[in-house]
């Protein structure tokens, strides 16, 4: 089963929903090449869009840990005090803020991992529609030839 917790939150993507859209009924075939196209755009639209929202997310956060680093650099300077790189750098991980900017940047990318396995599951199931397609035609003209068959007195 393909892991849903970060599509579902980011991209309200129900398990159950995907299971169907994934799924292939041998006996309507028509149905699901018919949705395969529109199914497949819409996860690869999905999964642009979790990108996007990624990069944004990215943005947000080393944007934030910039000028906290700056304020932190500032205020010890106004007491006096020079503070390293590690201790600026601790100091932003505690932040409150940062760690929620670093967990959405962390749902994100599980998000777009996960989207990338669709879309890539989409396309293998388009290779198993075309030959299951192909292989019911073939077994169609296969019965319509042996009907088709002249009868002969002995068989």
Do not use: C
Not at 15 to 33: C, G, K, R, S, V
Not at 39 to 49: F, G, I, P, Q, R
């Amino acid at each position: 089963m393909i892991p849903t917790d970060g599509i579902a939150r980011a991209f309200s993507i129900r398990p159950e929903d995907l299971a169907m859209d994934l799924q292939i009924n041998p006996t309507n075939m028509d149905d699901a090449i018919i949705r395969q196209a529109g199914l497949y755009a819409y996860y690869v639209s999905a999964h642009a869009e979790a990108e996007g929202r990624l990069r944004q997310a990215k943005l947000e956060r080393d944007v934030f840990t910039a000028a906290l680093d700056k304020q932190l650099r500032d205020q010890a300077l106004a007491r006096g005090q020079k503070l390293t790189e590690k201790q600026v750098e601790m100091q932003v991980m505690l932040h409150p803020d940062w760690k929620v900017r670093v967990q959405r940047v962390n749902e994100l990318e599980a998000a777009v991992s996960q989207l990338e396995g669709l879309v890539r599951a989409f396309a293998q199931k388009k290779d198993m529609l075309v030959t299951l397609a192909t292989n019911i035609r073939a077994e169609r003209q296969q019965s319509f030839a042996i009907r088709n068959q002249p009868q002969t007195p002995f068989g």
